[in-house]
């Protein structure tokens, strides 16, 4: 009999492949997409402006986009909307070596701060303008993707990046104490959804495809799961798909990236109010941008993957009080 291959489906990745993208990697090794009849393709970005423009004009099923870019995205008329959540809340702001001398936000005066892409230059200059720095006291350098490598080649002074990948990254490639100024304390937001990691989709495409949808998400969720349950050997085999990664310094990267894990995927009302507010504040959307069309929570499992059923049928949280 001759089998009949599973649907492909296109997941762009936000960047290179790295640790912070372990659970769709372990759904895809571990064969959690082939058990829910499909079959995705994952492919890396040269230029992670570029996802933005590739989903939002409905050229890949799904791609990995930060919350801010979806706000942008939706503001610039690409009808995306978030299914869940991978990455929630990384630690994120300009990370430096302690030897530049910045020790406040007040010091990036006559220093060079260097940013991905330009979300990342729009914060800098949002802080600036709050803290009263004159935008010539300072220099901002597009340096893309290599912010470590830009401070260790004396390109910049600092730069934008994530505390649990870029920092870890430049302390042990210099083997010297580092430091990060969060952009979520320094802006008054309480927490750094703003660079919370999601799956997007273009309505057109979930409309078309509501099932392989939510069987994607229900099988990266159980990618989610395995790998907060097996860390260590979930990074050996992240190791065996990716054997750049099988470094010292990817490893305490793969470490420092866990707690950051969403264990359900859901998107946070509260995050995406916080955030539509801070990115009317920036000037990236205005205020009749209406939060509850960027995401939908619809595609989610109604619980998480287990090997067993309850014995008597019944799932306690799903009881009603009598």
């Not at 802080?127 to 470590?148: C, D, K, P, Q, W």
């Not at 104490?177 to 959804?193: F, K």
């Not at 190791?239 to 490893?251: K, N």
């Amino acid at each position: 009999m001759t089998s009949i291959a599973a649907p492909r489906l296109s997941l762009l990745l936000n960047w290179y492949a790295n640790p912070y993208h372990t659970p769709v990697f372990m759904a895809h090794h571990l064969g959690f997409y082939q058990e829910e009849g499909i079959s995705p393709a994952i492919m890396e970005t040269t230029d992670p402006s570029d996802v933005t423009d590739l989903i939002g004009q409905n050229k890949v099923d799904i791609a990995l986009k930060a919350m801010i870019h979806t706000y942008a995205a939706r503001a610039k008329g690409y009808k995306v909307i978030s299914t869940g959540t991978l990455f929630h809340e990384p630690p994120t702001g300009i990370i430096f070596l302690k030897s530049s001398g910045i020790k406040g936000f007040d010091d990036i005066r006559g220093k060079r701060i260097g940013y991905i892409g330009r979300f990342g230059k729009i914060m800098i200059d949002d802080l600036a303008r709050r803290a009263g720095i004159e935008s010539g006291a300072y220099e901002t350098v597009r340096v893309g993707m290599n912010v470590t490598d830009a401070i260790i080649q004396n390109k910049v002074d600092a730069g934008m990046g994530i505390g649990c990948f870029q920092q870890v990254e430049l302390e042990q490639a210099t083997g010297k104490e580092t430091g990060i100024l969060r952009v979520d304390e320094l802006a008054g937001l309480g927490c750094c959804c703003f660079c919370s990691i999601l799956f997007l989709v273009h309505e057109e495409y979930l409309a078309a495809n509501q099932e392989t949808v939510r069987r994607f998400m229900r099988a990266t969720l159980r990618g989610t799961h395995w790998t907060l349950e097996n860390p260590d050997k979930a990074y050996e085999l992240l190791c065996d798909q990716i054997p750049r990664l099988r470094t010292e310094t990817f490893r305490k990267i793969y470490v420092s990236c866990l707690p950051y894990f969403s264990r359900d995927l859901v998107n946070v009302d509260r995050d995406w109010d916080k955030v539509g507010l801070y990115a009317q504040q920036l000037g990236i959307i205005d205020d009749a941008m209406d939060n509850s069309s960027c995401y939908t929570n619809e595609y989610l499992p109604e619980r998480p993957y287990s090997t067993f059923q309850p014995i008597d049928g019944a799932y306690i949280s799903e009881l009603k009080a009598s």
